[in-house]
């Protein structure tokens, strides 16, 4: 069983919907993140979440509006969303954020979004 | 020149094989690195982390080599349980997050 749950597993949703994805992590880490998987693509982080303060953002569209309110959980907010972010939407959690040894990364097992 | 590269493959070998992967990066300034598993339409897992004097796990080997800026993994006797994608990982220094390769595919056969 992950320590990182994600839902809903699957989502398909009209250009003009509204949605979100929601993140819950068990592992008592203090950072949350949100990465987008496309085919033949690097993972691409979105999102860094460090005790419900974004810490980073890449430069992310406005359709995506990411929600942390506790250290716990974290929210995806999508709206009029294109084809193109039709992706696997993994959010994962780490003890920290930097680069220090140990602060390994655990994903969840991911939300695979259509859009059409 | 990409942040972090590595061979797409696939690489196909027949159990009981040796192979071996590298991955490049360009931040010289990189201080962590890790190889992680990805199975197909799975989430990432962590394989392992790599250290500075190399490190073993079975019959997994990471090496890491900052003078070339590259890290490799070694899998000796491959099982078809190996088969998957795996994704070399390197973080940058201070307060940063981990830089992803687009992962090397594995398959094994019988």
């Known amino acids: 069983e992950t320590g990182v749950t994600q839902t809903p597993r699957h989502l398909v949703m009209g250009m003009t919907n509204k949605k979100s994805l929601k993140c819950e992590q068990h592992?008592?880490?203090?950072?949350m993140y949100w990465y987008k998987q496309s085919a033949k693509k690097p993972l691409e982080l979105m999102f860094v979440?460090?005790?419900?303060?974004?810490?980073e953002n890449n430069s992310v569209p406005s359709r995506f509006s990411p929600e942390c309110p506790n250290s716990s959980h974290l929210f995806l907010h999508l709206h009029t969303l294109q084809p193109e972010d039709s992706a696997l939407y993994l959010c994962?959690?780490?003890?920290?954020?930097?680069?220090?040894?140990?602060?390994?990364?655990?994903f969840g097992e991911g939300s695979w979004l259509t859009v059409v | 020149r990409k942040e972090v590269e590595q061979d797409p493959g696939p690489f196909n070998v027949p159990e009981g094989a040796t192979v071996a992967f590298n991955c490049t990066y360009s931040?010289?300034?990189?201080?962590?690195f890790f190889w992680y598993r990805q199975d197909c339409r799975k989430e990432p897992k962590l394989l392992m982390s790599?250290?500075?004097s190399g490190n073993e796990d079975g019959r997994f080997t990471a090496q890491l080599n900052r003078a070339s800026q590259y890290i490799s993994l070694l899998i000796r006797d491959s099982k078809l349980s190996d088969s998957a994608t795996y994704l070399c990982?390197?973080?940058?220094?201070?307060?940063?997050?981990?830089?992803f390769g687009k992962g090397t595919m594995l398959l094994v056969s019988p």
């Open positions: 931040n010289s300034a990189s201080q962590s």
């Open positions: 790599v250290y500075s």
């Open positions: 592992l008592g880490h203090n950072a």
């Open positions: 979440y460090s005790l419900e303060e974004r810490v």
């Open positions: 994962a959690s780490s003890q920290g954020v930097g680069s220090f040894s140990g602060n390994t990364i655990y």
């Open positions: 990982v390197v973080t940058g220094s201070g307060y940063s997050t981990l830089t």
